[in-house]
């Protein structure tokens, strides 16, 4: 969240009430909207629409103005959670995925086995650049668990799947805390990345988003100057040189 010197205290900010507020910055994950707070609160992803949405530019742009409710409040971290739902749409898309939840048939074993599924998905593909809508299952230190349909992936495929988004890939930017972006039950949408046997690996962050990650980590950043191969050329010059050879003494009578 983005912090402003100037702005009302988040203490003044009422759970469920409606403010009015500007996009200031579009995120992959969401958007921070300007409230007239000291922080600026987050709108994800999931609080755009109780439709599906793959891309947050579909719905809001920089500068916007929008009507937004109070979700969450947070002063001790800062933050506030928003939505452009209103609390009968958020209710009843809630239920809609616990209805999903409990009409699941359920397993003996904790730990589901997705092979078949995960077969099918190698075997005829998938668009790794897309982003598919899924539920948050667990929420770990390290990452959550996110369960989606494969037929998002492949219209030829049919079942569920498990699979990790790491906490490095919830968000372009660094995550401190899984729980302060997802949480159990939530609706995200994600990109599959790989299957590695029966690990799958998600991320809630786009293409685009990852590979202005990566360069920005890149060896190339930290190379230092590009001219260190003259300066120490230059450097060997000014330096004595050294060479062994024979040592001749005067012998002693």
Known sequence: LKKK????SLSEFEVGSMVKGSVRSIQSYGAFVDIGATTDGLLHISQLSSEFVGNVNEVLKEGQEVEVRIV?????????????????????????????????????????????????????GWDPAAFVEGTVVSTVDFGCFVRIDA?????????????????SALASGRVGNVNDVVSADQKVQVRMKSINGSKVSLTMISVEDEDSKADSFSPGSNEGAKDWKESLAKFDEKMPTFKNGPVVMEARK
Do not use: F, M, W, Y
Not at 97 to 107: A, E, H, I, K, S
């Open 72 to 124: 969450s409040v947070d002063s001790d971290k800062g933050q506030v959670a928003l939505s452009l739902l209103t609390k009968e749409e958020a209710d009843a898309s809630q239920a809609a995925v616990n209805q999903r939840r409990d009409n699941r048939p359920q397993r003996q074993s904790n730990r589901r086995d997705d092979t078949a599924v995960l077969a099918s998905l190698k075997q005829k």
């Open 5 to 8: 010197s100037k702005g009302k």
């Open 151 to 167: 037929s998002a992936l492949n219209s030829e495929c049919e079942g569920e799947l498990d699979g990790l988004v790491h906490i």
